[in-house]
């Protein structure tokens, strides 16, 4: 069965530090993975989303960035965290599209706070 | 374009049904979901329709889709206290990589 892991599950940061979130998925190949970010009262938002390795597509411009180094992993990064950078951050995957209904599994969430 | 809006707050008491609405402006999507999110945790899957479809029945959960007026609902039938949460509708599209997520409705039950 496929997994998701996300870590860390929380993180407080000072202003003007760098952010790396890991999102690893388990138990399937080639998969479309996305990072969403939920400020509060704001629902979902989609920031990133790769269909494959070293294939990033951004949903909005902002202070953060994402890589895809191996196919199950999906990296979020920021060289110098911004106070509107803290929420709570989600990575989901799903299968490629082939046409079909193609669901959405997510991580648990990393809660990250800016200082 | 994509937009997806949903209310914001939606209270109720245990037994009673509750309906959460959502609208979106793009005709052409596929299919339309519902999401659960519990406090600090990562979206669940609840139930999704296919947009040739005007109904659908999960055991307590049935969604009514009018696409006509572009309009999604979630009724959960004898609400518990246990589904109090963030409600999440979204839609995808043919050959598009991505969902839209709606603003989400927190859903209150209180005993």
């Known amino acids: 069965s496929q997994t998701i892991h996300q870590w860390p599950a929380t993180l407080v940061q000072p202003v003007g530090s760098p952010l790396s979130l890991e999102c690893t998925v388990e138990g399937t190949s080639n998969p479309n993975l996305y990072w969403y970010r939920q400020a509060a009262g704001r629902g979902l938002q989609l920031l990133f989303y790769s269909v494959g390795i070293g294939q990033i597509s951004s949903e909005v411009p902002q202070n953060l960035s994402a890589s895809r180094p191996q196919d199950r992993q999906f990296i979020l990064s920021s060289k110098k965290l911004l106070l509107s950078d803290s929420g709570f951050y989600l990575c989901a995957w799903r299968q490629q599209y082939r046409g079909t209904n193609e669901k959405l599994f997510f991580g648990s969430g990393t809660q990250l706070s800016v200082l | 374009g994509e937009d997806v809006e949903q209310s914001l707050f939606l209270s109720v008491r245990e037994g009673d049904s509750s309906v959460i609405n959502c609208t979106y402006t793009?005709?052409?999507?596929?299919?339309l979901y519902w999401y659960k999110q519990e406090p600090g945790a990562g979206l669940q899957l609840l139930t999704y329709?296919?947009?040739?479809?005007d109904m659908k029945q999960d055991q307590r959960l049935t969604v009514l889709l009018n696409k006509k007026d572009k309009h999604l609902s979630l009724r959960i039938a004898d609400t518990q206290t246990g589904d109090s949460a963030i409600y999440f509708c979204?839609?995808?599209?043919?050959?598009?990589?991505?969902?839209?997520f709606g603003t989400g409705t927190r859903l209150l039950v209180s005993p």
């Open positions: 979204a839609e995808t599209f043919t050959g598009f990589q991505k969902l839209v």
């Open positions: 329709i296919f947009s040739n479809m």
């Open positions: 793009d005709s052409s999507s596929t299919y």
